[in-house]
């Protein structure tokens, strides 16, 4: 996001003239609402151009599964992410149980 956009966690949907609803996620309209997954690309190259071509703007990252590879590729996933001005939605795939999903959820707080 840019130093600009105001951060806040609000969400809100507006009309436009024509009746079309127009969706605000943190102070940034969303113009596409396709929510593409992070997970199982074969490399980071076919990561990137999956999300540009779709014109995603919202992404999902499993913190777990991110996690569990070499902390070079783990910060090399999240640069990418970063470099690419998406809204990160972090989840909690990949927990075993709520206690651990609660704890990966909290940290996901300084992901996003």
Same mark, same amino acid.
Request: aromatic share 2%.
């Given at each position: 996001?840019?130093?600009? &956009?105001? !951060? ?7 009309m436009?003239? *024509? ?10 309209e969303?113009?596409?609402?396709? %929510?593409?997954? /992070? #997970?199982?690309f074969? /490399? ?6 999956s999300?540009?071509? =779709?014109?995603?703007?919202?992404? &999902?990252?499993? %913190?777990?599964? !991110?996690?569990a590879?070499? !902390? ?8 990418? %992410?970063? =470099?690419?001005?998406? *809204?990160? %939605?972090?989840n &909690? ?5 709520? *206690?651990? #999903?609660?704890?990966?959820?909290r940290? #996901?707080r300084?992901? /996003?």
């Open positions: 996001m840019s130093e600009n &956009t105001p !951060q806040t966690d609000e969400v809100r949907i507006e436009d003239s *024509h009746g079309r609803g127009r969706v605000f996620i943190g102070g940034r969303i113009k596409n609402r396709l %929510l593409l997954g /992070s #997970a199982k074969p /490399s980071p190259r076919v990561l990137r151009d999300i540009e071509r =779709s014109g995603a703007e919202i992404i &999902t990252a499993s %913190l777990r599964r !991110q996690s590879g070499s !902390q070079e590729d783990g910060e090399n996933f999240w640069k990418l %992410l970063r =470099s690419m001005n998406l *809204h990160i %939605l972090p &909690t795939a990949g927990c075993r149980s709520a *206690h651990e #999903a609660i704890a990966t959820a940290m #996901a300084g992901v /996003s």
